[in-house]
């Protein structure tokens, strides 16, 4: 007998930006294997009785390995099993899903998709601002702000992140922006560049931050090594009101 998985997108927290389709899969769930960002408000959405697995990911706490994650999905599958894997934010962003996916074709286990809303979109609609613009942000771009060891990644397309003509988006960033803003300036991006900081998105204690990308690097730089989840916008819309 086998089951299904269905990756579910959680959006960054607040349940009511969840789709009809990902609400709907959480309540048919036998499992819910969730992150720690796909948590709270968003659980309530499960049946009664529907078995909750925390599987989350974070810097600098104990997190479940990735190969635990998988070998779960396909137990919990071939025994027949309605399977939930419910990402937080977009699925396919930085989230890993690619892996999870070979795991369960090697396995022969059907799955489907379920996009949802990432913190980019999340944030540029809290400030009041759009990702794009005709003639001067032709370009959004989307970039982890962490390797698989936490620290800046090293072969970065530097030329393209400096482009004062783009929208660009740094997931998993705090802890390295300082770095990477340094990078930035000795690229040419000029130091007052307009930075938005987001965090904690979508909950009670959400944050967001006008400043530049100097200044921004300066603050996280002086900053505790907090947990929250955050994401960084920098570019001309990024200074915006509108």
């Avoid at 286990?109 to 913190?119: L, Q």
């Avoid at 003639?135 to 482009?163: C, E, I, K, M, Y």
């Avoid at 929208?167 to 803003?181: D, E, I, N, S, W």
């Amino acid at each position: 007998m086998s089951g299904f998985v269905s990756f579910v997108s959680a959006g960054p927290g607040d349940p009511e930006l969840l789709t009809l389709k990902a609400a709907a899969r959480l309540r048919a769930a036998d499992v819910v294997l969730y992150d720690d960002l796909a948590s709270g408000a968003i659980l309530d959405y499960a049946r009664a009785g529907a078995n909750l697995v925390a599987v989350g990911k974070r810097v600098g706490r104990p997190s479940a390995k990735q190969e635990h994650v998988n070998r779960l999905l396909i137990d919990y599958a071939a025994a027949g099993a309605r399977v939930v894997r419910l990402k937080s934010g977009d699925a396919g962003i930085f989230g890993r899903l690619e892996e999870e996916i070979e795991a369960l074709q090697t396995a022969g286990i059907d799955y489907e998709i379920i996009p949802g809303v990432t913190s980019a979109c999340v944030a540029a609609a809290r400030a009041g601002i759009p990702l794009t613009r005709r003639h001067t942000s032709r370009r959004v771009q989307f970039v982890t702000g962490a390797d698989v060891t936490g620290r800046l990644p090293a072969d970065l397309n530097w030329a393209a992140l400096a482009d004062p003509e783009s929208t660009t988006v740094v997931y998993m960033g705090k802890r390295t922006f300082p770095a990477l803003a340094a990078k930035l300036i000795e690229h040419g991006m000029a130091p007052d560049t307009p930075a938005l900081f987001a965090e904690s998105l979508g909950r009670a204690e959400e944050r967001i931050v006008r400043t530049t990308i100097a200044k921004l690097a300066e603050q996280l730089a002086q900053a505790s090594a907090a947990t929250t989840a955050a994401v960084i916008l920098f570019g001309a819309l990024a200074g915006e009101t509108l």
